[in-house]
């Protein structure tokens, strides 16, 4: 028997779901506001949201995510009155398992419940927990997502793609998967399309025989033959010459290549793995890349988020490796000023996570013995960017009020300073706590606090961790 929350201020439509629910032999709950909603999602365990779009407190897509990243980590069917393709297209992108306009056929929902149900039923059994996170860093909805693709591909044999941006992390991907599949204990390899010469890519990926041309003074094997049994793993695909596209189709059809001078053919039980930052799609449209080749190459698809689309995993990325680095370097730990983690949080990092490396390390050789991290630590780019963003939307930090706040009545330097110390504490807690969700150990890391320092303080403003 499932659990099924049913979010909508609609009597009838509750009604009508609850009845549907149990006559499947399964429990309906049902909640009418949204924020009744969301509380009996954390408090249960629920494997299925139907979940309404206008509530009478705010918007069901907006807090799809919250709900998707739940302990249980329900699937969520959209029903709504007013159909939108945009809405539609928001509900697929963030994690919803469908999207359906109300008012339809009781048999159309139970054929929706038994679908998703059965998924998850599979899901649980034939899904393999990741040993291996490669340093994929994050715990967002859209990175949980690529994992959990990951976590499948890692049990088969199918070819992967790889897609998104320079520095989103392809290659870690590639290499969590080859580390948690069956060939794990045999060669990854790596071939990276952007650097081959061209006149001598079949030679690097095929081998050649010797006397195959002026210098082959012996035989050499070729990537592929390393990747016998393993994971041959070719990033920025998108760059292939179209003969070497046109070549390297055969060999993954039948596995079976001819090194180059050789009159005989090899065979290579390679596990395939591409990745590329290049839009394949249009490649094809323009002639310029195999569409026969795409369709081989995407048995399975992975798409990474850029880092702005994730930026809840902002700071756990940066804590990170502000720590990596400390450990590596014996230095003593950093802790990140209030400004320190707005200012990370609010760039918009076109380089992706390998440019938050970066400017983590870039950062803390600037602050040398420092032991805060603040704005100025970081690269000159990042802050003129935010300069020009902050100048642009007439921006700028709000003052630390005075006791008196624009009155005549100042009072004392002394009261001054007190009240501003004091409102910069309660500030910089109260950021401490959202940037960390709460998690006290975390904050730690960040304030360079004793745990009893922490305490002491949170008591004081009257704030509390989990």
Same mark, same amino acid.
């Not at 469908?98 to 339809?104: F, G, L, N, R, T």
């Not at 990745?275 to 369709?295: H, I, K, W």
């Not at 076109?350 to 040398?368: D, F, K």
């Not at 959202?434 to 009893?452: C, G």
């Given at each position: 028997?499932?659990?099924?929350?049913?979010?909508?201020?609609?009597?009838?439509?509750?009604?009508?779901?609850?009845?549907?629910?149990?006559?499947?032999?399964?429990?309906?709950?049902?909640?009418?506001?949204?924020?009744?909603?969301?509380?009996?999602?954390?408090?249960?365990?629920?494997?299925?949201?139907?979940?309404?779009?206008?509530?009478?407190?705010?918007?069901?897509?907006?807090?799809?995510?919250?709900?998707?990243?739940?302990?249980?980590?329900?699937?969520?069917?959209?029903?709504?009155?007013?159909?939108?393709?945009?809405?539609?297209?928001?509900?697929? /992108?963030?994690?919803?398992?469908?999207?359906? *306009?109300?008012?339809?056929?009781?048999?159309?929902?139970?054929?929706?419940?038994?679908?998703?149900?059965?998924?998850?039923?599979?899901?649980?059994?034939?899904?393999?927990?990741?040993?291996?996170?490669?340093?994929?860093?994050?715990?967002?909805?859209?990175?949980?997502?690529?994992?959990?693709?990951?976590?499948?591909?890692?049990?088969?044999?199918?070819?992967?793609?790889?897609?998104?941006?320079?520095?989103?992390?392809?290659?870690?991907?590639?290499?969590?998967?080859?580390?948690?599949?069956?060939?794990?204990?045999?060669?990854?390899?790596?071939?990276?399309?952007?650097?081959?010469?061209?006149?001598?890519? /079949?030679?690097?990926?095929?081998?050649?025989?010797?006397?195959?041309?002026?210098?082959?003074?012996?035989?050499?094997?070729?990537?592929?033959?390393?990747?016998?049994?393993?994971?041959?793993?070719?990033?920025?695909?998108?760059?292939?010459?179209?003969?070497?596209?046109?070549?390297?189709?055969?060999?993954?059809?039948?596995?079976?290549?001819?090194?180059?001078?050789?009159?005989?053919?090899?065979?290579?039980?390679?596990?395939?793995?591409?990745?590329?930052?290049?839009?394949?799609?249009?490649?094809?449209? *323009?002639?310029?890349?195999?569409?026969?080749?795409?369709?081989?190459?995407?048995?399975?698809?992975?798409?990474?988020?850029?880092?702005?689309?994730?930026?809840?995993?902002?700071?756990?990325?940066?804590?990170?490796?502000?720590?990596?680095?400390?450990?590596?370097?014996?230095?003593?730990?950093?802790?990140?000023?209030?400004?320190?983690?707005?200012?990370?949080?609010?760039?918009?990092?076109?380089?992706?996570?390998?440019?938050?490396?970066?400017?983590?390390?870039?950062?803390?050789?600037?602050?040398?013995?420092?032991?805060?991290?603040?704005?100025?630590?970081?690269?000159?780019?990042?802050?003129?960017?935010?300069?020009?963003?902050?100048?642009? /939307?007439?921006?700028?930090?709000? /003052?630390?009020?005075?006791?008196?706040?624009?009155?005549?009545?100042?009072?004392?330097?002394?009261?001054?300073?007190?009240?501003?110390?004091?409102?910069?504490?309660?500030?910089?807690?109260?950021?401490?706590?959202?940037?960390?969700?709460?998690?006290?150990?975390?904050?730690?890391?960040?304030?360079?606090?004793?745990?009893?320092?922490?305490?002491?303080?949170?008591?004081?403003?009257?704030?509390?961790?989990?």
């Amino acid at each position: 028997m499932a659990r099924i929350l049913v979010i909508d201020d609609e009597i009838d439509v509750c009604k009508a779901l609850t009845m549907a629910i149990e006559r499947m032999g399964h429990e309906a709950v049902c909640a009418q506001t949204l924020n009744a909603g969301l509380a009996a999602n954390r408090s249960g365990s629920f494997e299925v949201v139907f979940l309404d779009v206008n509530l009478p407190d705010g918007n069901g897509l907006q807090a799809l995510p919250k709900i998707k990243t739940s302990a249980a980590a329900p699937e969520v069917i959209i029903i709504t009155g007013q159909g939108d393709p945009d809405g539609a297209a928001l509900a697929v /992108e963030s994690g919803a398992w469908d999207y359906i *306009q109300k008012s339809p056929s009781l048999k159309t929902l139970e054929l929706q419940l038994r679908r998703v149900l059965r998924y998850r039923e599979e899901k649980k059994t034939g899904q393999q927990p990741l040993r291996n996170r490669e340093e994929i860093i994050g715990s967002s909805l859209l990175i949980t997502q690529c994992l959990e693709t990951v976590s499948r591909a890692a049990g088969t044999d199918a070819n992967v793609l790889i897609s998104g941006e320079t520095g989103t992390g392809k290659e870690l991907f590639a290499h969590a998967i080859h580390r948690n599949s069956s060939r794990r204990s045999n060669d990854f390899v790596i071939v990276d399309c952007a650097t081959l010469p061209e006149t001598l890519v /079949e030679s690097i990926l095929f081998g050649y025989e010797k006397g195959a041309y002026t210098g082959a003074d012996r035989p050499r094997p070729g990537l592929i033959s390393q990747a016998h049994n393993g994971t041959l793993f070719l990033d920025e695909v998108g760059e292939l010459p179209l003969p070497v596209q046109k070549a390297f189709l055969r060999v993954l059809q039948g596995r079976r290549f001819r090194p180059v001078g050789s009159r005989r053919e090899l065979s290579s039980n390679f596990r395939l793995v591409a990745a590329t930052n290049r839009d394949l799609e249009r490649m094809t449209a *323009q002639g310029r890349f195999r569409q026969d080749l795409l369709y081989r190459l995407r048995s399975i698809s992975i798409e990474l988020p850029p880092l702005r689309k994730r930026p809840d995993d902002i700071m756990e990325l940066a804590l990170h490796y502000v720590t990596r680095h400390c450990k590596r370097n014996q230095t003593g730990t950093k802790g990140f000023s209030p400004e320190f983690m707005d200012a990370i949080g609010t760039y918009h990092w076109p380089g992706n996570v390998r440019e938050l490396i970066n400017s983590m390390e870039s950062a803390l050789t600037e602050a040398g013995n420092e032991p805060i991290l603040i704005p100025r630590h970081l690269p000159t780019q990042i802050r003129v960017q935010l300069a020009r963003k902050s100048v642009a /939307e007439g921006g700028g930090q709000r /003052e630390i009020p005075f006791p008196g706040e624009l009155g005549t009545d100042l009072g004392t330097f002394r009261d001054y300073r007190e009240n501003a110390i004091k409102e910069a504490e309660k500030q910089y807690l109260q950021k401490l706590l959202e940037v960390t969700r709460r998690d006290i150990k975390a904050a730690l890391k960040i304030a360079n606090l004793s745990r009893s320092r922490l305490y002491a303080l949170l008591k004081k403003h009257n704030l509390s961790g989990k």
